[in-house]
């Protein structure tokens, strides 16, 4: 790597617009970034609008990719569809290089102190199949040819290895998202929630494209800590399609899931090649 290192994904520029740094490049196409850190700089943005409405927890957050996202300057427009009592549904799309490149739903929700109940089924919360203090070292296989994406997160491998089917795998920011910012908790949900179709992969990324198109998340609570786990597989279908689908976890157990829609083909030859 011959690029100086960056500090975060994002520097900020002014109001809502915000300019991406090498950390976020993906592994598709190194102009490209990988779609993790983009999510989680919107779901920032709806943070602070549902906050403005004192809705504190993120139970859900879909975001629909309709173009690569390029490594450059970004815009970011937000607003709330519907807010009520104790709920609040709330939008906003992100812009680069003059287009629309992908548009996003968020739930948000009052939080009140409701302890649970002890007994009742599902309780307590299921665990990752490791701690992360118990878990070793994991690396993605094309790590560290360019600064990226993986130069952002640390991982390490709960269950399974990376890229070779199922996972579980362990991820924590290296830096923040957004210099000057400290993440919150979702934004650490949701740059890791975005990998599970890598850590699960089923087919080999130099002969395959298995890219999602879009990223649900569903969490039942507030994350708590620094780590968060998906335990992740990827299913295939007959027509080019398939799904990720991850259970994610932090250091208490399980926050909620994730779910990616695939776009699965083999990759073009180029001249060549054998």
């Not at 090498?22 to 990988?34: A, F, I, M």
């Amino acid at each position: 790597m011959t690029e100086p290192s960056p500090s975060s994904a994002f520097i900020p520029l002014s109001e809502g617009r915000y300019l991406a740094t090498p950390l976020t490049r993906g592994p598709w196409d190194l102009k490209h970034q990988h779609a993790g850190p983009p999510i989680a700089l919107v779901l920032g943005a709806i943070e602070r609008v549902a906050a403005e409405r004192e809705m504190m927890h993120i139970a859900r957050l879909t975001a629909n990719l309709f173009r690569p996202i390029p490594i450059g300057e970004l815009s970011i427009e937000v607003g709330v569809d519907y807010a009520g009592r104790n709920s609040a549904h709330i939008s906003a799309s992100l812009h680069a290089a003059g287009k629309e490149v992908a548009r996003f739903t968020g739930l948000a929700q009052r939080a009140v102190d409701e302890p649970v109940s002890t007994g009742l089924p599902g309780h307590p919360l299921p665990q990752a199949p490791r701690s992360p203090d118990n878990s070793p070292p994991a690396r993605f296989p094309f790590e560290h040819r360019q600064l990226g994406y993986f130069d952002l997160v640390e991982t390490r491998a709960a269950a399974g290895r990376i890229f070779n089917g199922p996972s579980a795998i362990w991820f924590r920011l290296n830096h923040p998202i957004v210099a000057g910012e400290v993440p919150s908790v979702y934004q650490r949900v949701a740059v890791a929630a975005d990998s599970g179709n890598g850590i699960s992969a089923v087919l080999d990324l130099r002969h395959f494209l298995f890219v999602n198109s879009d990223l649900t998340i569903n969490l039942l609570r507030r994350p708590r800590g620094e780590w968060v786990c998906l335990e992740a597989r990827s299913l295939l279908g007959d027509e080019g399609s398939g799904l990720a689908e991850s259970v994610l976890y932090d250091i208490g157990g399980v926050i909620g899931r994730a779910t990616q829609s695939l776009f699965v083909r083999k990759r073009e030859r180029r001249s060549g090649e054998e």
